[in-house]
């Protein structure tokens, strides 16, 4: 059947069941090449409002361009916001604007500027934001006063002053959100942006500077629900004084952090369930400094290690021994690290099954039921791997002679590998993965190795988008 043939209601039928941005950078890619196929695919993608509530324009990206380049480029994507904005009909939306920068550019007039045009564009139905995801520089936030108080639906919103020629910047204080109930909110500077924090369950700062640590805190004090806190950088060198009271945050429940050792001791996180932490390789002050935050909170299930030392791992996990997720990202050595949780049986008398831990194990996790890790493997490591995965594995029996069933009980149930050198590694492991496959375990592979500030970065964005999946 050609696609002239399909009848509107089968095809809006099957494209139902897709929603995705727009990108302006990306007109030929699904869903915009919709458009461009016969009259009645691009009545049908016209028509259809789940493809106009996300728009994502990234300006940023055609900045190396020539300057009469970039203009042509900003003055496409202003036409495509345009159509954008006709198409939503009223309807809430949420968009992601990353500004561009050309030293050309800076010299037009601002009036006449494609990408001003698109912000004031964008500014306009500022009543319909319901996320918003800003990058801009100091010339283009004077575009931004008009949206105060005209933002009664915002609950999400990202936020990055972007620096000029890699200057040295001394960040305004921007209050145009100051009186907006906003529920997750992503600023890679938190101290220039007036902020209701009392409503947030999301907040994820991209960097704290030194001598910032003591306003940070201060900051989440003013948090009264907040469920998701994530630092990805942190260049703190002095701790808070003495004085400094902790922070209570009573309904975090997850907690990710890039460095930042002195802030441990000043937050009280009691129903923390998932930890990740970015150690920043050997520093002798990290171990000790976590294992008393650790010791505080043993009923953690998901732990994430980044660029951390095997032994250090080690004596994080003797704090949490209901762990049922492990994501090992560039912990050294892994050998290490497969021996640590591989289990020896024992069977004895009566039939009962004693399980001890391997050569350095404590504590066994016997809850471990998703293992996820980021390397380089050795051929070793990954035998090492093998024998630990099924070392977990155990099957109970049930029924008589032929009837006999055997059920899987515990193990891990789910690994997941992204391979450093992915086209030599993945021969190697493949025959292994299989066997595991084999006997029940879901495995995954690729080569998308999970940086800590990536991966939060990527998290952290997707919230921009969430209303409206």
Known sequence: ?????????????????????????????????????????????????????RIDINLLSWSLEPVEELTALSYHAFELVQMFLERTQGRLFAFRYQAPYNSALQMDPLETRRDHQILHALADCSDRWVGASLSLYESDLHILQPVKGRLPHLRMLETHYLVEDNRELDHPYIDVFRDVALEHVYLVRPM??????????????????????????????QTHCLQELVVLQTWVAAFPRKSTPPVMLPHVKLFAIGGGIVLFPFLMIPALEDFSVYTGGFNPHFQPTI????????????????????????????????????????????????????HCRHHEEGGQVDIVAGQFVRPVLPKLRALSMTSHLTR????????????????????????????????IQEL????????????????TLSAMEEKGVEVSVDDDLQDFGVQYVQRSQSFIFRCSK
């Open 1 to 53: 059947m050609k696609a002239i043939e399909i009848p509107p209601e089968i095809l809006c039928e099957v494209l139902s069941y897709f929603s995705t941005t727009l990108i302006v950078n990306r007109t030929s890619s699904f869903p915009w090449y919709l458009g461009h196929i016969c009259a009645s695919w691009r009545a049908t993608f016209l028509s259809m409002h789940q493809f106009w509530t």
């Open 416 to 431: 997941t590998m992204h391979l450093a050198d992915y086209k030599r590694m993945y021969p190697l492991v493949s025959p």
């Open 291 to 342: 294992l008393a935050f650790l010791a505080c909170h043993h009923q953690i299930r998901s732990f994430t290690a980044y660029n951390c030392m095997s032994e250090d791992m080690f004596a994080f996990l003797e704090y949490m021994p209901n762990l049922t997720s492990l994501s090992l990202c560039y912990v050294f050595p892994m050998l290490d690290v497969f021996m640590h949780l591989t």
């Open 192 to 221: 220039s942006w007036a902020i209701d924090y009392t409503g947030l369950s999301s907040l994820y700062i991209g960097e704290l500077r030194l001598f910032e640590t003591e306003l940070f805190l201060e900051l989440l004090r």
């Open 380 to 411: 070793d490591e990954v035998f090492a791997l093998a024998e630990m995965v099924d070392s977990r594995m155990w099957m109970s029996s049930a029924g008589d002679g032929p009837a006999v069933t055997h059920v899987r009980e515990g193990g």
